[in-house]
């Protein structure tokens, strides 16, 4: 809550509301907790810098500022992907991937004409391109998180992994960690100490192999083809009869997008669905 908010306006997207987790605790405000975790702030501060980009919004900038596709997140993680890409021979793919990512302008839209997952591509160039590109990080990305925590998981016999948070700021913050550069070594390879730099160019082939396996040549690594949406209708689909669900659609955004969509499915095995969004 505020009253009277000096900045002349209330924003929120799962954030961090009050500055309670500050400290990492939660539970030791002079408030109830009305949050027991909260997101990593990127949707909030996105929205924050739309609402101040003018001194004048109406419906149409409002309705603009619901349904931004932009990604603080590409907009933060991409350049060091890129850079420890630039230090390694990559395969023809992988420099494919880097190729969508380097031309990427970090914004989200599905670069079809419509819904349908397998319908024609948009007529607009760029929207096609920066599909690609939101692919190509979007793989990279969940494919990173993945090689960073499951070896450490499965070794230590977690049934989760450390959250997108603490991936997030092992980049932003790393400070804030204890340790954070002893995530990135695999513990399945006991003579080789990996870096972070190692684990993102896996990622990245990683990534280019699952788009070549799912979608074929790199022309066709179109965001919308894979990053759907599907309506259940929850009683049936519960008891495995999806005759009533509505979908697959394509849609724009993705992970941490003030219109979230985050990826829901396995990156590594292809699947990008989505099955939550933004209210």
Same mark, same amino acid.
Do not use: K
């Given at each position: 809550?505020?009253?009277?908010?000096?900045?002349?306006?209330?924003?929120?997207?799962?954030?961090?509301?009050?500055?309670?987790?500050?400290?990492?605790?939660?539970?030791?405000?002079?408030?109830?907790?009305?949050?027991?975790?909260?997101?990593?702030?990127?949707?909030?501060?996105?929205?924050?810098?739309?609402?101040?980009?003018?001194?004048?919004?109406?419906?149409?900038?409002?309705?603009?500022?619901?349904?931004?596709?932009?990604?603080?997140?590409?907009?933060?993680?991409?350049?060091?992907?890129?850079? !420890?890409?630039? $230090? %390694?021979?990559?395969?023809?793919? &992988?420099?494919?991937?880097? #190729?969508?990512?380097? +031309?990427? =302008?970090? *914004?989200?839209?599905?670069?079809?004409?419509?819904?349908?997952?397998?319908?024609?591509?948009?007529?607009?160039?760029?929207?096609?391109?920066?599909?690609?590109?939101?692919? !190509?990080?979007? $793989? %990279?990305?969940?494919?990173?998180? &993945?090689?960073?925590?499951? #070896?450490?998981?499965? +070794?230590? =016999?977690? *049934?989760?992994?450390?959250?997108?948070?603490?991936?997030?700021?092992?980049?932003?913050?790393?400070?804030?960690?204890?340790?954070?550069?002893?995530?990135?070594?695999?513990?399945?390879?006991?003579?080789?100490?990996?870096?972070?730099?190692?684990?993102?160019?896996?990622?990245?082939?990683? +990534?280019?192999?699952?788009?070549?396996?799912?979608?074929?040549?790199?022309?066709?690594?179109?965001?919308?083809?894979?990053?759907?949406?599907?309506?259940?209708?929850?009683?049936?689909?519960?008891?495995?009869?999806?005759?009533?669900?509505?979908?697959?659609?394509?849609?724009?955004?993705?992970?941490?997008?003030?219109?979230?969509?985050?990826?829901?499915?396995?990156?590594?095995?292809?699947?990008?669905?989505?099955?939550?969004?933004?209210?």
């Amino acid at each position: 809550q505020a009253q009277n908010p000096e900045q002349g306006y209330l924003a929120t997207a799962n954030n961090d509301m009050v500055g309670a987790f500050e400290d990492g605790d939660q539970t030791n405000e002079p408030w109830s907790t009305y949050q027991s975790t909260a997101a990593i702030g990127l949707r909030h501060e996105r929205i924050v810098q739309l609402l101040e980009a003018s001194d004048a919004h109406d419906l149409d900038s409002m309705l603009a500022t619901i349904a931004d596709v932009y990604s603080l997140l590409g907009e933060r993680l991409a350049p060091p992907m890129l850079e !420890a890409a630039a $230090a %390694a021979t990559l395969s023809d793919d &992988g420099q494919a991937l880097v #190729d969508a990512m380097t +031309a990427w =302008d970090l *914004t989200c839209p599905t670069g079809l004409d419509g819904v349908d997952p397998d319908g024609p591509l948009s007529s607009d160039a760029a929207a096609v391109d920066a599909s690609r590109g939101c692919l !190509a990080f979007h $793989a %990279a990305y969940h494919i990173a998180r &993945g090689l960073t925590f499951d #070896d450490d998981r499965v +070794a230590n =016999d977690w *049934t989760t992994s450390p959250t997108a948070a603490s991936f997030y700021l092992m980049f932003e913050r790393p400070e804030v960690l204890a340790a954070p550069d002893a995530w990135w070594d695999d513990v399945t390879t006991p003579d080789v100490t990996e870096t972070r730099e190692d684990i993102l160019v896996a990622a990245i082939e990683a +990534a280019a192999a699952v788009l070549r396996d799912t979608l074929g040549e790199p022309d066709a690594w179109i965001w919308g083809r894979v990053h759907t949406v599907t309506l259940r209708a929850d009683l049936f689909a519960d008891l495995g009869i999806a005759t009533y669900n509505h979908g697959p659609f394509a849609n724009d955004g993705g992970d941490y997008t003030v219109d979230v969509a985050d990826v829901n499915g396995s990156a590594a095995n292809g699947e990008f669905f989505h099955n939550a969004g933004a209210s």
